[in-house]
């Protein structure tokens, strides 16, 4: 099983840049096109930026232009680079297969508040 480990959260000012990480054991990570989710409180969690093995990314509306996601095969590693970070991207942030089949890690905690 592969798991899933997250990490690059804070806390972070208005307009400002995190890069999350995430870190996948196991060779298997290269066949799995690859997503970012975050959960606000009292929200349903949702899909922000996903990526395809070949490196094919899609983004929601709300982070397009913002968020830069990418991957590094070799490394099992998925990044997410947020930009303009605003108080609606406060959220514990997920990454997970796209659709989402592997078990959910703990997530990394992303505050935006002045």
């Known amino acids: 099983q592969v798991q899933l480990v997250e990490s690059g959260g804070g806390l972070v000012q208005p307009g400002g840049s995190l890069r999350l990480s995430c870190a996948a054991s196991?060779?298997?990570?290269?066949?799995?096109?690859m997503g970012w989710y975050r959960q606000a409180p009292g929200k349903e969690r949702e899909l922000v930026a996903a990526?395809?093995?070949?490196?094919?990314?899609n983004y929601a509306d709300s982070v397009k232009g913002r968020f830069t996601i990418s991957r590094d095969n070799a490394k099992n590693t998925v990044y997410l680079q947020m930009n303009s970070l605003k108080f609606e991207d406060t959220a514990v942030y997920y990454c997970?297969?796209?659709?989402?089949?592997?078990?959910w890690g703990q997530g990394t905690q992303v505050a935006v508040s002045s």
């Open positions: 997970n297969a796209q659709p989402p089949g592997l078990r």
């Open positions: 196991g060779s298997i990570f290269r066949i799995y096109a």
């Open positions: 990526i395809t093995p070949g490196g094919i990314t």
